[in-house]
T-cell receptor
């Protein structure tokens, strides 16, 4: 059974600070997706990384896929209160297969 | 922008009753999935569906569960005899091809009393 561990589980920072959250596994994934989830709603896709070592930027968010495709990180620059939410990573073992989700990082950005 | 829709948004049922959760995937998508999330826990895979048959299922997806694509647009999850532990958010997801990104619906909150 593939497992994804996210850290930290909770993160509370001040507006304007930078932060990084991590997603780690002992298994190799063909792709890894990052989602953001608000309470009572479905996960909303942020980005997909596919190639080992890949870096993708989405405005103030930078996503990296590890060289061995076992881990990933999400870096947020100059966090805003609107970034508050639950960030989930999810790995796909092979194309079209199930997603294995991590437990998530609950981010709170304080004004 | 196309999106996955789910109905109802909230379903309350008594233990032992049958429920059907409905999903309308994005129109040109070919792969469909059901996941669930028990309150405070992580999202868990239930089943995937392609070409009118189940392609993969988890150990959670036992004989009490079934899926169907009754027409060209709907994708349903049926729980035959609900248990208290079936209370969760149920999410439908779809993807265009096997290599695409899964897009999730807003979920149905199922409460079994």
């Amino acid at each position: 059974t593939q497992l994804l561990e996210q850290s930290p589980q909770f993160l509370s920072i001040q507006e304007g600070e930078n932060l990084t959250v991590y997603c780690n596994s002992s298994s190799v994934f063909s792709s890894l997706q990052w989602y953001r989830q608000e309470p009572g709603e479905g996960p909303v896709l942020l980005v997909t990384v596919v190639t080992g070592g890949e870096v993708k930027k989405l405005k103030r968010l930078t996503f990296q896929f590890g060289d061995a495709r076992k881990d990933s990180s999400l870096h947020i620059t100059a966090a805003q209160t609107g970034d508050t939410g639950l960030y989930l990573c999810a790995g796909e073992e092979t194309s079209g297969s199930r997603l294995t989700f991590g437990e998530g990082t609950q981010l709170t950005v304080n004004p | 922008e196309p999106e996955v829709t789910q109905t109802p948004s909230h379903q309350v049922t008594q233990m032992g009753q049958e429920v059907i959760l409905r999903c309308v995937p994005i129109s040109n998508h070919l792969y469909f999935y059901w996941y669930r999330q028990i309150l405070g826990q992580k999202v868990e895979f239930l089943v995937s569906f392609y070409n009118n048959e189940i392609s993969e299922k988890s150990e959670i997806f036992d004989d009490q569960f079934s899926v169907e694509r009754p027409d060209g647009s709907n994708f349903t999850l049926k729980i035959r005899s609900t248990k208290l532990e079936d209370s969760a958010m149920y999410f439908c997801a779809s993807v265009w091809t096997g290599e695409g990104e899964q897009y999730f619906g807003p979920g149905t909150r199922l409460t079994v009393t």
